[in-house]
């Protein structure tokens, strides 16, 4: 406390402190903070961290400072990014929002607070929000077997796309809520229509659409991708040709077809569009065609 005061009070002029002032601190004539480590810290902490400073109408400068040597991940690129990004008045819940999706939001059910995107992602969960919407009003919903991919791709709608957050707030969820190729197709025209022909990414982000819907189609639970192994959950009612999918197997090094209807193999491709076109493909082999359709 009495560190404090004499901060406050301008006995001293600089305060080395740990994160624990990223709450409840709050010195209006303090503009300036530097913080060590930029790397280690989570985006909502960095968030809070950054606003201790410009709590007045004095101009406010806020230094991440990291090693030299040492090489960012993904991750925590993307955190240092949103802060440059979102530093405007009102941005707390477009960062808390994207906090969301590059940590998860942990189990619901359990005691786990805070978990990974492969638990719970921001999808289910908007999901979720929704359909408690509906119920609070009265709305009877069609239950829809949720579809979970987990692909470790780069599907993204990029600033330099879509300046304007909120259109790309609602640009994610159209193609969230597409039900089918007719709807996907309108989404992808009106992209085109507005802001040009989309980058990689927001192809990819399409393609991952269409794969989702092709999924539910064929009756997979479940695609998750690591590294270069990818499995499929197929339901017990998944129409899929039996003869295709022993011969895909047969075919294949190293696949597997396992009793509880998960489909395990490997795919050698690097690219984001190769592998949502693998995956594609296959599905699209596997598929039972009318009187040849049957039940896995």
Do not use: W
């Amino acid at each position: 406390e009495k560190v404090m005061l004499k901060f406050m009070h301008h006995e001293a002029d600089i305060l080395v402190s740990t994160t624990i002032i990223e709450n409840g601190l709050d010195i209006p004539l303090c503009n300036t903070i530097l913080i060590n480590r930029a790397d280690r810290l989570g985006l909502s902490e960095l968030y809070q961290l950054r606003g201790r400073v410009g709590r007045s109408n004095r101009r406010a400068y806020a230094y991440l400072l990291l090693p030299s040597e040492i090489e960012l991940t993904p991750i925590a690129r993307r955190r240092l990014a949103a802060l440059k990004e979102f530093s405007d008045l009102g941005a707390g819940f477009k960062i808390a929002a994207l906090d969301l999706e590059l940590r998860g939001a942990g189990n619901l059910l359990g005691g786990e607070q805070s978990g990974h995107i492969e638990a719970v992602g921001f999808e289910l969960y908007t999901q979720m929000l929704e359909r408690a919407v509906r119920e609070m009003k009265g709305e009877a919903g069609v239950e829809v077997t949720e579809i979970q991919l987990n692909l470790g791709l780069n599907i993204r709608i990029p600033s330099d796309y879509i300046k304007e957050e909120n259109q790309r707030l609602r640009m994610y969820k159209r193609v969230a809520g597409v039900e089918t190729e007719s709807q996907l197709k309108d989404v992808r025209s009106e992209l085109t229509d507005r802001y040009g022909e989309p980058p990689s990414a927001v192809r990819n982000l399409l393609e991952y659409a269409s794969l989702k819907l092709q999924a539910m189609r064929v009756g997979a639970t479940a695609i998750e991708r690591k590294r270069e192994f990818v499995n499929i959950k197929f339901s017990p009612t998944a129409t899929i040709d039996p003869g295709k999918l022993a011969r895909f197997v047969a075919s294949q090094r190293g696949t597997q077809f396992t009793p509880d209807g998960t489909l395990k193999f490997s795919i050698k491709i690097d690219s984001a569009g190769g592998i949502l076109q693998t995956l594609h493909d296959l599905l699209e082999e596997l598929e039972a065609r009318e009187e040849a359709a049957r039940q896995v």
